[in-house]
């Protein structure tokens, strides 16, 4: 199937949502390459640490020899940090001197200094890393990624309160109950008349869902129907042929020995796979959705507009970017019935004590446990096994939360999951209202929710 594929490849056109290249000079030529010589890593890559070493830590903190994990950042250089700082800030300085003489390069010098600037505060907090000070990286990642709305913090929580009490009362199983009666225990002190965000009914999802699919279908129809699962070798050659469909042909498909993880890097251009994946057919068809069609789809887009900015991403677009790419996955979920990202919505709540209490990585994880094992048997599955699967969920959510952090002062955290839900809540609350928008989040990566970057793209004439 895979061989005949390849052959289907030199019959297939591209994909409906790529665009023509701006026939024109774009309108930031030059300070997108003095740009991309500034910027040439995902900062919060900077955060990972060694695998050996984090999974000591991990094995220690779980059989409670030690009270927190010490987290890694062998990545940060301190050096190469300053001279980022140095090469940003001389850059910005270039363009606020640079004379413009229309609307036009009036609207781009004020979105690369936005996004220069945003650049700036990411280089400021990891050094604050390296330097272990927890005042700073408090303030800074405050000001990247802000907070939970307090509202919808409390509502998510009123609502696993609800389905926590329903469990309770019809239950027989008593490690369910059990685990009902320990959230209720554990929220007992909110008490709040606001109503959870409302997911889509099945009109508007399916209505959304129509029109993602008219632009991605052929990439879908690569998938063998007949094959249940994907090695990594096996998705390798698909993701190859969708960059082609992408007209992509100069970015890479590469399968990584170390990698646990999938993910896209623009600046590479480099569509990145575990070595050890080993995926199911829903899998592969999100992944495509998500990493292909969205991340790299948006940023091939981006660099073929008058705006190459919108290649890597305007200020603050990270909010609009993963909204777009968790829609996509849902789109592609045959059973979808919830936002995504709460979890982590509210592990950041929690963390940074929208109840009343601040947490460090212990306490944080504590509450966790408590709550992912609700989850899973509330959804079915064994207890013993659901105990072990909230310990392992409870840490990797921590590690997210906490990394950058010394994982012992409570309430400081790495915020950057907050915009998982905030995205997918924004992005759905604008589609049901314009369901035409779709076609515009394949412009570049850009927040379609977001009134600053729909007017400047709108005066560029881009949207």
């Not at 999802?205 to 063998?224: C, G």
């Not at 993880?261 to 070595?275: A, M, Q, R, T, Y």
């Not at 915020?415 to 928008?437: C, F, H, M, S, T």
């Given at each position: 199937m895979?061989?005949?594929?390849?052959?289907?490849?030199?019959?297939?056109?591209?994909?409906?949502?790529?665009?023509?290249p701006?026939?024109g000079?774009?309108?930031?030529?030059?300070?997108?390459t003095?740009y991309?010589?500034?910027?040439?890593?995902?900062?919060?890559?900077?955060?990972?640490?060694?695998?050996?070493y984090?999974?000591e830590q991990?094995k220690?903190?779980?059989?409670?020899?030690?009270h927190?994990?010490?987290l890694?950042?062998?990545?940060?250089n301190?050096?190469?940090?300053?001279?980022?700082?140095?090469?940003?800030?001389?850059l910005?300085?270039?363009?606020?001197?640079?004379?413009?003489?229309t609307?036009e390069?009036?609207i781009?010098?004020?979105l690369?200094?936005?996004?220069?600037?945003?650049?700036?505060?990411?280089?400021?907090?990891?050094q604050s890393?390296?330097?272990?000070?927890m005042?700073?990286?408090?303030?800074?990642?405050?000001?990247?990624?802000?907070?939970?709305?307090?509202?919808?913090f409390f509502?998510?929580?009123?609502?696993?309160r609800?389905?926590?009490k329903?469990?309770?009362?019809?239950?027989?199983?008593?490690?369910?109950?059990?685990?009902?009666?320990t959230?209720?225990?554990?929220?007992?002190?909110?008490?709040?008349?606001?109503?959870?965000p409302r997911?889509?009914?099945?009109?508007?999802?399916?209505?959304?869902?129509?029109?993602?699919?008219?632009?991605?279908?052929?990439?879908?129809?690569?998938?063998?129907p007949?094959?249940?699962?994907?090695?990594?070798?096996?998705?390798?050659p698909?993701f190859s042929?969708?960059?082609?469909?992408l007209?992509?042909d100069?970015?890479?498909?590469?399968?990584?020995p170390?990698?646990?993880?999938?993910?896209?890097d623009?600046?590479?251009?480099?569509?990145?796979?575990?070595?050890?994946?080993m995926?199911?057919?829903?899998?592969l068809r999100q992944?495509?959705?998500h990493?292909?069609?969205?991340?790299?789809?948006?940023?091939?887009?981006?660099?073929?507009?008058k705006l190459l900015l919108?290649?890597?991403?305007l200020h603050?677009?990270?909010?609009?970017?993963?909204?777009a790419?968790i829609?996509?996955?849902?789109?592609?979920?045959?059973?979808?019935t919830?936002f995504?990202?709460?979890?982590?919505?509210?592990a950041i709540?929690?963390?940074i004590?929208?109840?009343?209490?601040?947490?460090?990585?212990?306490?944080l994880?504590?509450?966790?446990?408590?709550?992912?094992?609700f989850?899973?048997?509330?959804?079915?599955?064994?207890?013993?096994?659901?105990?072990?699967?909230?310990?392992?969920?409870?840490?990797?959510?921590?590690?997210?939360l906490?990394?950058?952090?010394?994982?012992?002062t409570?309430?400081?955290?790495?915020?950057?999951?907050?915009?998982?839900?905030r995205?997918?809540?924004?992005?759905w609350e604008?589609?049901?209202?314009?369901?035409?928008?779709?076609?515009?989040?394949?412009?570049?990566?850009?927040d379609i929710?977001?009134?600053?970057?729909?007017?400047?793209?709108?005066?560029l004439g881009?949207?």
């Amino acid at each position: 199937m895979i061989q005949s594929n390849n052959i289907l490849l030199l019959m297939t056109q591209r994909l409906p949502f790529i665009i023509d290249p701006f026939p024109g000079e774009p309108l930031d030529r030059d300070w997108f390459t003095q740009y991309e010589q500034c910027v040439q890593f995902e900062f919060f890559e900077a955060l990972e640490g060694d695998g050996t070493y984090r999974q000591e830590q991990k094995k220690q903190f779980l059989s409670k020899k030690i009270h927190h994990p010490h987290l890694d950042y062998p990545r940060i250089n301190n050096t190469a940090l300053q001279e980022t700082e140095v090469a940003l800030r001389t850059l910005l300085e270039t363009i606020l001197f640079k004379i413009v003489d229309t609307p036009e390069k009036k609207i781009v010098q004020q979105l690369y200094k936005q996004r220069i600037e945003e650049h700036i505060l990411e280089v400021q907090l990891l050094q604050s890393v390296a330097r272990t000070d927890m005042h700073t990286f408090h303030n800074i990642s405050e000001q990247l990624y802000g907070s939970p709305l307090p509202y919808i913090f409390f509502s998510f929580i009123k609502d696993i309160r609800e389905r926590a009490k329903k469990n309770v009362h019809t239950t027989s199983d008593q490690h369910k109950k059990k685990a009902a009666k320990t959230i209720l225990q554990l929220f007992s002190h909110q008490q709040i008349d606001t109503a959870a965000p409302r997911f889509p009914s099945d009109e508007s999802i399916q209505k959304i869902r129509h029109l993602f699919f008219s632009l991605i279908q052929e990439a879908m129809n690569l998938v063998p129907p007949e094959t249940t699962h994907f090695s990594a070798q096996e998705i390798q050659p698909i993701f190859s042929q969708i960059l082609h469909m992408l007209e992509a042909d100069d970015w890479t498909v590469f399968v990584h020995p170390d990698f646990t993880l999938f993910s896209v890097d623009p600046g590479e251009k480099k569509v990145i796979i575990p070595h050890s994946a080993m995926i199911s057919q829903l899998r592969l068809r999100q992944l495509i959705a998500h990493e292909l069609c969205i991340h790299v789809g948006r940023s091939l887009n981006g660099r073929r507009s008058k705006l190459l900015l919108l290649g890597r991403g305007l200020h603050q677009y990270a909010c609009g970017e993963e909204g777009a790419a968790i829609l996509a996955t849902q789109c592609v979920t045959p059973s979808c019935t919830q936002f995504f990202g709460i979890d982590k919505y509210i592990a950041i709540g929690f963390a940074i004590g929208l109840d009343g209490q601040k947490r460090n990585f212990s306490q944080l994880f504590s509450l966790l446990c408590s709550y992912y094992l609700f989850d899973s048997v509330e959804n079915g599955l064994d207890y013993s096994d659901a105990q072990e699967e909230a310990k392992e969920k409870a840490y990797k959510t921590c590690v997210r939360l906490f990394r950058g952090t010394d994982c012992q002062t409570p309430g400081v955290i790495f915020r950057k999951d907050v915009i998982y839900a905030r995205g997918n809540l924004r992005l759905w609350e604008l589609l049901q209202q314009q369901p035409n928008a779709l076609q515009a989040l394949f412009v570049g990566k850009f927040d379609i929710t977001r009134k600053d970057h729909v007017e400047a793209l709108t005066q560029l004439g881009i949207l």
